[in-house]
């Protein structure tokens, strides 16, 4: 009987080893390492015909160019006001992009450069601004150390624009060819004129399995 029992026993506990030996083992192997890439340069890894960081670092900074250079918006003797935001710039196109990077770029990357040739409206800080103002108003707050106006200041020029593209797609091979035009124009918000307009466009072709987020 005991005999019985130890073999019953030598017998479970080789097909408990052979279970064990047999198992999966969990894969802890590093993942990749990240790398920082240069913002104004195309990736080496991933890219596909969407409108990524190099198309934007380019075209705002060549607006910004274009901007200063143009004697009727940089060139006053009294600074005009402008806002550049998105309130006014759309996406037609078959690109995913978030606007306000491109107009957020525009406007920090002008306002650098421009060095108090132009002022700055943030329209889109206005609640923010009234919130402040009630504030002083009320006595809440003191009256800082800026002068009091009766009103926020009103913008002279407003961007608008727009991003359009045209694709292609190859029956045979699937490639994707995607054309972009982004158009940028200040707009003078009094008479309704543009004194200033500017054009951006690229056209990329790829396999394109890249998804934008």
């Not at 990357?109 to 040739?117: K, T, Y």
């Not at 200041?153 to 490639?175: E, F, K, M, Q």
């Amino acid at each position: 009987m005991k005999s019985s029992l130890s073999l019953m026993g030598a017998a479970g506990l080789a097909v408990l080893l052979s279970g064990c030996a047999t198992s999966p083992t969990l894969d802890n192997t590093a993942g990749r390492k990240t790398m920082y890439q240069d913002v104004a340069a195309p990736s080496a890894t991933v890219a596909g015909v969407g409108i990524e960081s190099q198309d934007i670092a380019s075209m705002t900074d060549k607006m910004v160019r274009d901007i200063l250079s143009n004697p009727d918006i940089s060139g006053r003797a009294t600074p005009p006001r402008i806002v550049v935001d998105s309130a006014y710039f759309s996406n037609d196109s078959s690109s995913r992009i978030n606007k306000n990077m491109i107009t957020d770029r525009l406007r920090i990357e002008l306002n650098r450069a421009a060095r108090g040739r132009l002022v700055f409206i943030a329209q889109h800080y206005g609640d923010m601004v009234d919130k402040a103002r009630e504030a002083k108003r009320s006595g809440q707050t003191d009256g800082g150390t800026i002068r009091a106006t009766k009103a926020q200041g009103a913008p002279d020029y407003r961007l608008g624009g727009r991003i359009t593209s045209s694709d292609a797609v190859s029956a045979s091979n699937g490639n994707v060819s995607r054309y972009h035009m982004i158009t940028f124009e200040l707009v003078e918000l009094e008479l309704g004129s543009i004194p200033w307009s500017g054009i951006y466009e690229f056209k990329k072709e790829a396999k394109d399995d890249v998804l934008y987020r």
